[in-house]
Structures are given as C-alpha cells and as structure tokens.
C-alpha cells in the first residue's frame, strides 16, 4: 500500500486490523496452550514452572 501511494489514513486503518487479527491469534494460542499444556502440565505436578512460563509470555504479549 505504501509503494502503492495509497492515502495514510488507509494504511493506517489496514495496519490496525492486521494487529488485532494478530492479538485474536495470539489469545486462540494461548487457550489451546492453557487447555492442553498448561493442564496437562499441572496433573503431572509440572504447573508452577508451566504457570510461570505462561505468566511471563503474557507479560510480553501485553506489551
């Protein structure tokens, strides 16, 4: 869109959607993590370093 000269405000707008398709992404990996890794990581005694894993990805996907 750039090399295309296309008006800001539209790439702007284009830019935005790719980030909250990319954050809907991110939440779906994170709930199939929890349901499946995290669980199972729990009833095999593994949960606190799993959860701490976890906590800590999430803190830099809020970023």
Request: hydrophobic share 40%; net charge negative; proline share 0%.
């Amino acid at each position: 869109m750039v090399e295309e000269d296309r008006y800001c405000v539209d790439i702007l707008v284009q830019i935005s959607a790719i980030q909250s398709a990319l954050k809907n992404v991110g939440f779906s990996v994170t709930e199939r993590h929890l349901n499946h890794c995290v669980s199972d990581a729990i009833r095999n005694g593994d949960g606190r370093e799993t959860i701490e894993e976890l906590m800590n990805v999430m803190k830099q996907f809020s970023k």
